[in-house]
């Protein structure tokens, strides 16, 4: 899985990872994915998603990664879905 994902980062211009703000961030997917696009100096943009949820804790990851821009969202319920379209812009445009 997260190895051979690793292997197709060389073909990308940027990444959107989306986490789930009801999880930690600190996975090993979050991390090789995060680490391995700033040793390819890309840019990455940081989803946090399903911030519905009672238990979403978007600050969380906003806190374990600072260095990139992150958009809350809820796929489900639509928030702030032109908010991610503007920082989709910004950051890849």
Do not use: C
Not at 55 to 80: C, D, K, R, W, Y
Request: aromatic fraction near 6%; proline fraction near 6%.
């Amino acid at each position: 899985g997260v190895i051979e994902a690793v292997k197709w980062l060389d073909d990308l211009d940027g990444i959107i990872l989306v986490m789930d703000a009801t999880q930690d961030p600190f996975t090993q997917v979050n991390v090789t994915v995060v680490g391995n696009m700033e040793a390819r100096k890309l840019p990455l943009l940081i989803v946090s998603n399903k911030v519905d949820m009672p238990e979403a804790s978007p600050n969380t990851i906003m806190n374990a990664f600072p260095q990139h821009p992150m958009v809350s969202i809820s796929a489900l319920e639509g928030n702030n879905i032109d908010t991610l379209y503007q920082e989709i812009a910004k950051t890849f445009g």
